[in-house]
Structures are given as structure tokens and as C-alpha cells.
T-cell receptor, first 117, second 111 residues
């Protein structure tokens, strides 16, 4: 199906474990983004990618790693999960191919609810 | 103080009422977005504004760049409009770009 998907939708893990959240989009959008959403903070940008093999830090990148070997996939890895990383994670994509990408409409995935025990 | 402030935080209305949600920001911006987050968690972009006014169906978004303020209006509200409405801005000062989000306004429309 066309669109942007995330997997898993729900994940429970333990402190110290490595976790990878997957994001896949079928539009061939250049830009992809990872956000986390927490009560009292709204959505905050973790990492974003302008194209395959090009990634950059957002507002809260510590403890996260991203890669983008293919345009359609943008996985987010928590190398050693901590309780503070319990959150809802949203992936998004945007068509733009220049700094105007952040003025273009962003299309959001359904979210992954991650709990770190 | 957050760069993006929304008011009210929570809003309850009766079906048919005219609704206004406000967004104020403290930085120079190149664009402002309004997003809707459904009760199930999904997020949908409603509008992107850099000036003036946009209308889509019963939704109207306005922005006043000089006053650093935007409003989202819903006419003839309906229970299906119940959602969290989020304002986000792209700051001109931020290189590489990021969107800064407000905390959202929880709207409940009762039948």
C-alpha cells in the first residue's frame, strides 16, 4: 500500500537493550524525519535526512542513531535504551529537496509506542 | 517560555459552535503549520501558511506575521472534529531547518 508506515506499532523493551524502529515510505520523498512525542513537550525532532546517505541531528539526538541507505527507508536505533526514551515515535516524510523541505507538507506515519522498563 | 505557545490547552464545545484555536510564536518564521492528531494518534497536516489566510472546507487558518500570531477556526463544529490541534513553525534563524511544535490544543466537540 502507498504511504508511510512504521513498525512495530508497539514495543516493550528493557533498559540497555538495542531497539530499532522502522519507517518506510512509498512516495520517493527526499526528506524523512523522526520525532518523539512526550507529554509537556509536544513533538521534538530527533534526526532528519535530506536524501539517501545524508542525515543530520535534530533537537534531541542523544542516544539515537539513524541510517538511510535507501530513499524509502529510515530506521531509528536506540543503541542502549533508557527509561527516558519511553515515548511515542513518529516518522514523517516530505517531498521538498532544498531547505524549503521544512515548509513543505510533512506526512506522518502512524507512530510507534515504545516502553522501556 | 516555549517558542510556540498554543491556547487554550483544552477546549470543549457543543456541536455547531464556531471554534478558535490560537498560536503565538516568539521567533521570525518562514512558515507555520497546523496539524491534526486524531484520537488514535495519527497526525495529518492541515495547512501550511507563510502569510494571509487559507480555507479548506470548514477549516480556516490565518496568520499575522507582524503580531507573530496564527489562528485556526472551525465553523459548524462536529464531534468528528474532536482531536488535538498542533501548531508548528519553521524558524528563519535555524539553519538546516527544523519545525518547532506547540504542545497542542485538545478539542472535544459534544453532540
Amino acid at each position: 500500500d502507498a504511504g508511510i508506515t512504521q513498525s512495530p506499532r508497539y514495543k516493550i523493551t528493557e533498559t540497555g537493550r538495542q531497539v530499532t524502529l522502522m519507517c518506510h515510505q512509498t512516495w520517493s520523498h527526499s526528506y524523512m524525519f523522526w520525532y518523539r512525542q512526550d507529554l509537556g513537550h509536544g513533538l521534538r525532532l530527533i534526526y532528519y535526512s535530506a536524501a539517501a546517505d545524508i542525515t543530520d541531528k535534530g533537537e534531541v539526538p542523544d542516544g539515537y542513531v539513524v541510517s538511510r541507505s535507501k530513499t524509502e527507508n529510515f530506521p531509528l536505533t536506540l543503541e542502549s535504551a533508557t527509561r527516558s526514551q519511553t515515548s511515542v515515535y513518529f516518522c514523517a516524510s516530505s517531498e521538498g529537496d532544498t531547505p524549503s523541505a521544512f515548509t513543505d507538507t510533512q506526512y506522518f506515519g502512524p507512530g510507534t509506542r515504545l516502553t522501556v522498563l | 517560555k516555549n517558542e510556540v505557545e498554543q491556547s487554550p490547552q483544552n477546549l470543549t464545545a457543543q456541536e455547531g459552535e464556531f471554534i478558535t484555536i490560537n498560536c503565538s510564536y516568539s521567533v521570525g518564521i518562514s512558515a507555520l503549520h497546523w496539524l491534526q492528531q486524531h484520537p488514535g494518534g495519527g497526525i495529518v497536516s492541515l495547512f501550511m501558511l507563510s502569510s494571509g489566510k487559507k480555507k479548506h472546507g470548514r477549516l480556516i487558518a490565518t496568520i499575522n506575521i507582524q503580531e507573530k500570531h496564527s489562528s485556526l477556526h472551525i465553523t459548524a463544529s462536529h464531534p468528528r472534529d474532536s482531536a488535538v490541534y498542533i501548531c508548528a513553525v519553521r524558524s528563519r534563524a535555524t539553519s538546516g531547518s527544523r519545525l518547532t511544535f506547540g504542545e497542542g490544543t485538545q478539542l472535544t466537540v459534544n453532540p
